[in-house]
């Protein structure tokens, strides 16, 4: 490791980069992506970005800061940050993190076994910045010294030194977009820190106050969503329009006759997918409707704002739009009269909607929320319909998400399933709770401006890009299909990116998809071949 | 005033700091408002998916089904992790090396204060500790010095290893405050002093099962036999890092609580009509004054107004007009 060291106090210095990534650093990949000369060059920063934004973390950027263009600009820029500090720590902007955030400010003990955890910090060869501490130790040394009593004078013999200035502001709010949230870190962490909470404060802290927050997860993402439905921004007439092409598809592929009912007053089950899949993986969408019909239950897809996108990116950033979309899927539901909302493959969602929203969706908004993959367990296990696993007899692993795994314990209905219907299943290593994020949580799935598609394909997605290459070690000849099972939309978004990046299709033959695509692989009573292996 | 007299006022005062520090803190923790749900898998409680991470959100209609908590899994998980650092010794083996030692001592020397009580109150009440002491208090009489020793022992090893990672492992004392080696000194001045005073003059815990004798009748017993001026500094610098501990990250060992019960393992669902159900309709209630156009707060819309509002219906002002 020969990283420069970089100290926490060092995120005020004026610095071009405060730690940038070298390709050479990168921990190296299994046979056969381990020749870097080999591999994709990774895109540098342009000038013109740099020019204009204020870039000088690692050589990537995520929120394209204007420069400040004066020294008031700059103290502006401050005041408002001190300002938004205070907030994080009051209980009538904050009730909603407000314990566990105090607790982790209070109690690091500074042990670093949290950055063994964080598959970014591993895949970028240990960059000091990316060790789960240091944004936090940032955050830390800043609220005991301007916000917790008696910080003063001794609060940087008691808690270290930190400067307050406009490269800290910038530095620390680009940080928060270093780290996927996947809460690994706060899974080791002996005493309960939780480094993914801090990361997801630090978001809030610039979304609330000062309007600084991705583009991807904001404008063109719940703004986009309350406005016209749906973070696609396809309205409802276009949403149902592309079901009906979708339908008219299965049908043909299937041989089963398949209509997606909408707005059915009274159904058994909503079921909200990420609309994202119905643009770039309409085959999912699709393969629930194929189960839904053949195992005769009683579903519906809703029309209303946001009813037909389970997408919920305040998560990531800020909890007043994430209250807000939460609202809207409650309502639908309750405008239905369903008994209960299903969450299609879409790991976030399945966490903002069933957990952290839990608590917010009070007296009649509280309408109850399953994971799609206990509806298909009881499907497939039940027997209410009737599959053929010599038909998906081809290497599959499976993608644990983070938000439905380590999050809320769904662990066991989808492997399940694919025990019962994939007779050449595999576990990654590790696996289960102690999964590694795929690199594109959080919202960096949708995020490409500059080059930070690079640094997800090359760092943040380089831990999964292993565990994938590993799970199929003996099989990576290109005559054998092989298949990766991943769950979730966002997951699956970051896994196309990667493996076409790296050409996995054309070197390995390796496939991604969801689960109900492999269901309806093998079910009988359905034509064969439903996943198409050449149309990747 | 005697030495002994000092000792115990001192002792008193430190005991009732850490007491009330203790107290306030848990308190004011247990007071903060309700959160979200942010529990992390695995959940210790849940019974018979604990194992492997799994929650009751794996079952259909999950809400249909009883709650089966397991106090059992909570302590198969607990106790390891209290008692032998489990956690630490799994995912960062170095660095238990050095920190199973201390916390073991400190566990040591708690006992080594309770055993000192006990043998105290019965020595108030007139037991003898001699060669015709029963069995209990033989018993104490054999456990102190070996708890004691092993405790301080222990605790200095481990103080001095984690001191020493501090100062020579780069990565680590970039992490560490002035005041973070203040306080690892502090440890290895108090557990070091004591080890010494109670080596070179108490080597049974006589003495100091007098001293503590005289602290709970309220004055120097007439058993005590006084203790050396060694181990009165280390009866002050005992007592004062007792009354410092709580006031310090290292309270962390009782906050630990609330990280465990109320966060990571807290998957308590919301019933409409139930006790967080009220409690979610206090906190609703409360008025934000995030300052971003999109949040629309002002200081008099509370939480629900801010929620229920769609930003994209109201024409927005400021930066996100802009954009």
Known sequence: MSYKRVRVEDISKPARDLSPTPTGELKPLPSPFDKQDELPKRKELSEAAREKFECDLDGTVVLSHPKPESPEEERVLVEKFLSGLEKLFQAENNWTFLQPLLLSMDHCARCHTCSEACHIYEASGENPIYRPSYRSEVLRRLYKKYVKKGGGLLSDFRNGRIVLNWKTVIRLAELAYRCNLCRRCAQTCPIGVDNGLIAHEIRKLFSMEMSIMPKELHEQGSMQQMKVGSSTGMSALVVKDNIEFIDEDMTDLTGMEVKTPWDVEGADILLIHNAGEILAWPENPGAFGVIFEAAGLSWTLSSEIAGYDSINYGLFYDDAQFARVAIHHASAAKKLGVKKIVLGECGHAHKALTVIADRVLVGDLAVHRESALTTLEDIVMNNRIQCDPSRNDFPVTLHDPCNMVRNMGIVEPQRRVLRKICPQFREMTPHGVDNYCCGGGSGFAIMNGHNFSDWRYHISGRKKFEQILNAFRDELDPSIPKYVCAPCSNCKGQLRDLLDYYGVWEKNRILYGGLVELIVNCMEGVKPGFIEWEWH | ?323
């Open chain 2, 1 to 323: 005033m005697s030495l002994d007299a000092v000792l115990i006022l001192v002792t008193y005062a430190c005991a009732l700091v850490f007491v009330v520090s203790v107290i306030t803190r848990f308190v004011k923790i247990a007071r903060l408002p309700v959160h979200v749900r942010w529990e992390l898998y695995p959940v210790a409680h849940e019974k018979g998916r604990a194992g492997y991470g799994g929650s009751r959100l794996e079952e259909l209609d999950w809400w249909t089904r009883p709650i089966r908590k397991s106090l059992l899994g909570e302590m198969k998980v607990m106790i390891p992790e209290i008692l032998f650092l489990a956690g630490v010794r799994h995912k960062n083996p170095s660095q238990w090396l050095r920190s199973f030692p201390f916390h073991f001592g400190l566990y040591l020397f708690i006992g080594t204060i309770l055993l000192l009580l006990g043998g105290g109150l019965a020595g108030a009440l007139g037991a003898d500790f001699g060669a015709s002491a029963g069995f209990f208090t033989g018993l104490i009489a054999t456990l102190t010095p070996v708890f004691g020793f092993a405790g301080l022992g222990l605790g200095l090893i481990g103080s001095i290893a984690l001191l020493m990672r501090r100062l020579g492992n780069v990565e680590y004392r970039e992490y560490t405050s002035p005041a973070d080696f203040f306080n690892l000194l502090f440890f290895v001045a108090a557990f070091g002093v004591a080890l010494i005073a109670q080596a070179a003059g108490d080597a049974d815990f006589a003495r100091m099962r007098g001293f503590f004798a005289g602290l709970l009748t309220g004055g120097p017993h007439q058993a005590a036999l006084g203790v050396t001026p060694l181990m009165a500094a280390a009866i002050i610098l005992l007592t004062l890092l007792i009354a410092y501990i709580p006031l310090t990250h290292m309270s962390h060992f009782f906050t630990k609580y609330f990280m465990y019960h109320d966060i990571r393992w807290n998957d308590e669902p919301l019933i409409v009509g139930g006790r967080l159900e009220a409690k979610m309709m206090g906190v609703l209630g409360l008025k934000p004054t995030w300052a971003a156009p999109h949040i629309g707060a002002d200081g008099t819309r509370t939480w629900v107004d801010v929620a229920t509002t769609n930003p994209t219906d109201a024409p927005a002002v400021g930066k996100d007009a802009a954009e």
